[in-house]
């Protein structure tokens, strides 16, 4: 496995700057993101297609510090019932595909979108629940109309691209938060499809990472390292599913927190060890989003238990057995 940093974190500070501080703390990769709610501060597709030069100066950044490319991050939601909504993020998406076959890059990390509840929307309707019997129906327009098409489309599209690896966050919100949802698009798709394994998301909704991870098996394309804290008081109260801002953090059932801080080293070790058991050995990108800890504190933990936890060496021959 190899530790990577995703960099829209400092998007503040110019790529360089970026790449040579992580690169100084032991981390081997960094997850780019190409537009959609990541932004292009650090990446500006288009641009670098249209400019050899420009192109050539952002390889550079990467070989000059011994950093690898992770992925390509372009999270939106391309079946926004509102049309316009949706062609920018599809627009985004697709010139994040060009640009990963340039960079030859198999994967790109994105979220599934979330469509409205019937063609007349114009916002976004996520179903939490199956009755009344109109949830149902709406899951139904969402998957069949809209959802599957569109992927089955943009999954013929990416392979097209050279990009054999589209990396959806399982993301409460979107109609694929949680492994089986995410399979349920795999098997309708094809394997192209598969997870951005954050198990930040999957904490607080009551999921075992670990039996999520012996569940999918070759379906994860990638894995975000986040942690979440469950308040056990709040939770008591309220329940999980929580609509305070996320800056409310006294009364929230829950904060995402930097590595550690939700739960410990022996979660996260055995979180690695399921990754291993079922083969993946490629990217751990943290995403750093705890709002109790600075930027670089919550960046550095992050680090320092990943560095303890993760499995970075091959497999050795088992001499004893």
Known sequence: ???????????????????????????????IGTGGFPGQA????????????????????????????????????????????????????????????????????TFSGCPGGSAADQ????????????????????????????????AKLAAEHGVDKIALEMHPGFCVYNPETCLKLREAVGPVVGANFDPSHLFWQ????????????????YFHAKDTAVDPINTARNGVLDTKHYGDEANRSWLFRSLGYGHSAMVWSDIFSALRLVGYDGYVSIEHEDSLMSQMEGLDKAIAMLKQTMIFDERGAMTWA
């Open 123 to 154: 916002t976004p309707n996520w179903v939490t629940c199956p009755w009344p019997d109109d949830f149902l129906d709406v899951l139904n327009y969402q998957w069949n109309d809209v959802l599957i098409p569109y992927w089955a489309k943009t």
């Open 206 to 221: 009551g999921i075992d990472p670990v039996a999520a991870i012996r569940y999918m098996g070759d379906a994860i394309h």
């Open 1 to 31: 496995m190899k530790l990577s940093v995703f960099a829209v974190l400092m998007s503040d500070k110019p790529l360089r700057e970026v790449a040579q501080l992580l690169a100084a703390k032991g981390v081997q990769a960094l997850e």
């Open 42 to 109: 650090h990446c500006k597709p288009d641009e670098l297609l249209a400019d050899k030069a420009k192109l050539a100066e952002f390889r550079a950044v990467f070989a000059d510090n011994g950093l690898e490319i992770a992925a390509l991050s372009c999270h939106g939601n391309p079946v926004h019932p509102n049309p316009d909504i949706a062609a920018g993020f599809h627009k985004d998406f697709v010139s994040t595909l060009r640009l990963a076959q340039e960079l030859q890059i198999p994967r790109v990390v």
